[in-house]
Nanobody
Framework: QVQLVESGGGSVQAGGSLRLSCAAS????????MGWFRQTPGKEREAVAG???????RYADSVKGRFTISQDNAKNTLYLQMNSLKPADSAMYYC??????????????????WGQGTQVTVSS
């Protein structure tokens, strides 16, 4: 089992920044790849960024250059630094963990464990 708890969401004006955190515990074999996803009502869950245990990262085109995913292995914590936020970034953000499939995958169905989510609202 893996437990994931997100924090750091909130309300911010366009152009602002937020940093999301995801505290992880449980089987490390199921935390080989960690990812951030987001979802708004009526829309499919969208991949934002992923990071593998060796540090390789991957980003959705919509957030490249604005968001940075990182992890602190000593603290078992995943982060998402979000800069230059736009109203279109408003969503519930979820962290997820998955096994050691090849590469840094971002398909939501490949991830096994999910947190409860943290809301991000960006106003114009």
């Amino acid at each position: 089992q893996v437990q994931l708890v997100e924090s750091g969401g909130g309300s911010v004006q366009a152009g602002g920044s937020l940093r999301l955190s995801c505290a992880a515990s449980g089987y490390t074999s199921s935390r080989c790849v960690m990812g951030w996803f987001r979802q708004t009502p009526g829309k499919e869950r969208e991949a934002v960024a992923g990071i593998r245990s060796d540090g390789r990262t991957r980003y959705a085109d919509s957030v490249k250059g604005r968001f940075t995913i990182s992890q602190d292995n000593a603290k078992n914590t995943l982060y998402l630094q979000m800069n230059s936020l736009k109203p279109a970034d408003s969503a519930m953000y979820y962290c997820a963990s998955g096994p050691c499939y090849p590469g840094v995958y971002l398909g939501w169905s490949d991830f096994e464990y999910w947190g409860q989510g943290t809301q991000v609202t960006v106003s114009s």
